[in-house]
């Protein structure tokens, strides 16, 4: 790269100006240039400074050898033309049974199951499908960018639930306000992204049982299902009442570090999958074929796979915490996800977006500003919280965290 991204944007507007379509939704540009996310922006700069990406969350190795071989082998035997709309039958065969082996829950592969691309198409797919103008849609907050993005798509009002420090656990009341007889869904991101923190059950029953008394249907975000570092991770559905009216999406994205893949999947009760199919249709009709099946592959691998990944990504969340706090910021430990977010308070920073902006140039490391996740409200309680990315090699971290030690002397 030879121009420095950072240097060519005018900032319009502050930090988190908005894009205007024609729809009137409003999409985050997250230096001011339409399209542009603020990770693609942290990546742009982490790759001009040559600096330690830990902002965008993608893993830095392969993941299992025997889905990249399967995919290889996929394409060498002609698996290269459009799949089915609902995706291929083995990949289908491999969700439904991935749900039965580790949560016992039941779906039917012909007509409770589609594949999309990534988790984000079925994001999309099921809010666009449900949700238009005069309802609500109801996430919690700090939120995933996607989520805002499509929820002004759709013409609804994005409204939100905060999650506080230092445990980021949904609050009863706050829950119970931000229900309304107009809340059409409600988006439950869990582990969530940013803040790393796994819902307690109770929680996930209070959700459920809100959504019953407003008629809501529930969509829940689980890409981060396998990366968890204590309790188990309880899918919503598996909650008394809500089988009826929750779509359960998840991604191989995460599990098996192909971020790159975008196969995703949902699964649900067949009228509403029937619903969001329609919709993925005219979004992108089908998605990467030889992935699919390597992704069937991915998801049968046995249990030791499963602990491995979990157990590895523990150790480097520890590896990171230590050095975030030497480096003088407040942690707080997530129980899920490869995030970890810290607030840089206690260091004199209460500009985290500013900070974010120069952390490449500054020491050679990136990372995400929290405002980003927020509206204005949320922005302003984040201000001075930033995510980390530990999924990448424990050598990589070694160094973030050797480059973050040098921060107090430049701030
Ligand atoms: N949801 C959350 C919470 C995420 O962090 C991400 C990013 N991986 C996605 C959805 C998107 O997943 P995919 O790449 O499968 O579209
Ligand atoms: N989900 C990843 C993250 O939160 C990457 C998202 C993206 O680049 N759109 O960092």
Same mark, same amino acid.
């Given at each position: 790269?030879?121009?420095?991204?950072? !240097?060519? #944007?005018a @900032? &319009? *507007?502050?930090p988190r100006?908005?894009a205007?379509? $024609?729809?009137? +939704?409003?999409?985050?540009g997250?230096?001011?240039?339409?399209?542009?996310?603020?990770?693609?922006?942290?990546?742009?700069l982490?790759?001009?400074?040559a600096?330690i990406?830990l902002?965008?969350?993608?893993?830095d190795?392969?993941?299992?050898?025997e889905?990249?071989?399967?995919?290889?082998?996929?394409i060498?035997?002609? !698996?290269? #033309?459009? @799949? &089915? *709309?609902?995706?291929?039958?083995?990949?289908r065969? $491999?969700?439904? +049974?991935h749900?039965?082996?580790?949560?016992?829950?039941?779906?039917?592969?012909?007509?409770?199951?589609?594949?999309?691309t990534?988790?984000t198409?079925?994001?999309?797919?099921?809010?666009?499908?449900?949700?238009?103008?005069?309802?609500?849609?109801?996430t919690?907050?700090?939120?995933?960018?996607?989520?805002?993005?499509?929820i002004?798509?759709?013409?609804?009002?994005?409204?939100?639930?905060p999650?506080?420090?230092?445990?980021f656990?949904?609050?009863?009341?706050t829950?119970?306000?931000?229900?309304t007889?107009r809340?059409?869904?409600?988006?439950?991101?869990n582990?969530?992204?940013?803040?790393?923190?796994?819902f307690?059950r109770?929680?996930?029953e209070?959700?459920?049982?809100?959504?019953?008394?407003?008629?809501?249907?529930i969509?829940?975000?689980?890409v981060?299902e396998h990366?968890?570092f204590?309790?188990?991770?309880?899918?919503?559905?598996t909650?008394?009442?809500?089988?009826?009216r929750t779509?359960?999406?998840s991604?191989?994205?995460k599990?098996f570090s192909?971020?790159g893949?975008k196969?995703?999947?949902?699964?649900?009760?067949?009228?509403?999958?029937?619903?969001?199919?329609t919709?993925?249709t005219f979004?992108?009709?089908?998605?990467g074929?030889?992935?699919?099946?390597?992704?069937a592959?991915?998801?049968?691998?046995p249990?030791?796979f499963y602990?491995?990944?979990?157990?590895?990504?523990?150790?480097?969340?520890?590896?990171?915490?230590?050095?975030l706090?030497?480096?003088?910021?407040?942690?707080?430990?997530?129980?899920?996800?490869?995030f970890?977010?810290?607030?840089?308070a206690p260091?004199?920073?209460?500009?985290?977006t500013?900070?974010?902006?120069?952390l490449?140039?500054?020491?050679g490391?990136?990372?995400?500003p929290?405002?980003?996740?927020?509206h204005?409200?949320g922005?302003?309680?984040?201000r001075?919280?930033?995510?980390?990315?530990f999924?990448?090699?424990f050598?990589?971290?070694?160094?973030?965290?050797?480059?973050?030690?040098t921060?107090?002397e430049h701030?």
């Amino acid at each position: 790269m030879t121009t420095d991204p950072h !240097a060519t #944007q005018a @900032a &319009p *507007g502050g930090p988190r100006p908005w894009a205007r379509t $024609a729809r009137g +939704a409003n999409l985050l540009g997250s230096d001011g240039r339409l399209g542009i996310t603020i990770f693609e922006e942290v990546t742009a700069l982490a790759q001009h400074h040559a600096a330690i990406n830990l902002g965008q969350g993608f893993p830095d190795e392969d993941g299992p050898r025997e889905i990249l071989d399967a995919a290889r082998a996929a394409i060498a035997d002609g !698996a290269n #033309q459009y @799949a &089915p *709309g609902q995706g291929l039958a083995v990949l289908r065969d $491999a969700i439904a +049974a991935h749900q039965e082996r580790f949560y016992g829950l039941a779906v039917d592969p012909q007509t409770e199951v589609i594949v999309s691309t990534g988790a984000t198409e079925s994001i999309a797919a099921a809010i666009l499908a449900f949700a238009g103008p005069g309802d609500e849609v109801l996430t919690f907050e700090p939120f995933y960018d996607s989520y805002g993005a499509v929820i002004g798509l759709s013409g609804a009002t994005h409204t939100t639930a905060p999650l506080s420090a230092p445990d980021f656990q949904p609050d009863a009341a706050t829950l119970e306000a931000a229900f309304t007889d107009r809340t059409r869904i409600v988006v439950v991101n869990n582990p969530h992204n940013p803040t790393g923190s796994v819902f307690r059950r109770e929680a996930l029953e209070l959700i459920v049982r809100l959504a019953e008394r407003h008629g809501a249907i529930i969509v829940t975000d689980e890409v981060y299902e396998h990366l968890r570092f204590g309790a188990a991770h309880v899918p919503v559905a598996t909650l008394p009442g809500a089988a009826a009216r929750t779509l359960t999406i998840s991604s191989a994205g995460k599990t098996f570090s192909v971020t790159g893949w975008k196969i995703g999947w949902l699964s649900g009760p067949a009228d509403l999958v029937a619903q969001v199919r329609t919709v993925k249709t005219f979004l992108t009709y089908t998605s990467g074929t030889p992935f699919q099946g390597a992704v069937a592959v991915g998801l049968g691998l046995p249990d030791e796979f499963y602990d491995s990944i979990a157990s590895t990504l523990r150790r480097k969340r520890d590896l990171l915490g230590e050095g975030l706090r030497a480096a003088g910021f407040e942690v707080f430990e997530p129980e899920g996800t490869f995030f970890t977010m810290v607030d840089a308070a206690p260091l004199g920073i209460d500009d985290a977006t500013a900070l974010a902006r120069r952390l490449p140039s500054l020491i050679g490391v990136a990372a995400i500003p929290v405002a980003m996740f927020c509206h204005e409200d949320g922005a302003e309680r984040t201000r001075s919280m930033l995510r980390f990315a530990f999924c990448k090699r424990f050598d990589v971290i070694e160094e973030g965290a050797r480059r973050l030690a040098t921060l107090r002397e430049h701030v």
